[in-house]
C-alpha cells in the first residue's frame, strides 16, 4: 500500500522559513492530488494546501497565500511545501495526503503521513 511521511519539521522563531517533504513509497498512479493539512494544539485539522501531481494547479487557503509553496519532484515521488514567514499561530503539526479528487475536503483523502512538528516561537 501506499506510505507517506514527513519530514523538515522542527523550531523557528516568528518570521522564520521551513521547508517540509512528504515522501510516497511508490509512484502514486491511482492518488492524482497531493495535499498539506495542519492541526494546531486543541484545534480541528484545518486544509493548508494541494496541487496535482502530474500538471500543478495548486489550491491555497487564505491564511497560506504569498507565504507558503507546494512543489514537487515527480521522478522520485516527494512533495515539498516551503513555507516562509511563518507566526506562532502556524505552531502545529503538519500532514500530508493523497487523494483522487481536486478538492480541499480532507474527507476525500485516503492516505495520510505520520506528520510533522512545526513550532514557531513568539
Known amino acids: 500500500q501506499l506510505q507517506l511521511k514527513e519530514s523538515g519539521g522542527g523550531s523557528v522563531q516568528d518570521g522564520g522559513s521551513l521547508r517540509l517533504s512528504c515522501a510516497a513509497s511508490?509512484?502514486?498512479?491511482?492518488?492524482?492530488?497531493m495535499g498539506w493539512f495542519r492541526q494546531s494544539p486543541g484545534k480541528e485539522r484545518e486544509f493548508v494546501a494541494l496541487t496535482r501531481w502530474r500538471a500543478g494547479s495548486e489550491l491555497y487557503a487564505d491564511f497560506a497565500k504569498g507565504r507558503f509553496a507546494i512543489s514537487r519532484d515527480n521522478p522520485t515521488n516527494i512533495m515539498y511545501q516551503q513555507m516562509n514567514n511563518l507566526t506562532p499561530k502556524d505552531t502545529a503539526v503538519y500532514y500530508c495526503?493523497?487523494?483522487?479528487?481536486?478538492?480541499?475536503?480532507?474527507?476525500?483523502?485516503?492516505?495520510w503521513g505520520q506528520g510533522a512538528q512545526v513550532t514557531v516561537a513568539p
Open positions: 511508490q509512484r502514486p498512479y491511482s492518488r492524482t492530488v
Open positions: 495526503a493523497w487523494a483522487s479528487q481536486y478538492t480541499s475536503d480532507q474527507q476525500a483523502y485516503d492516505d
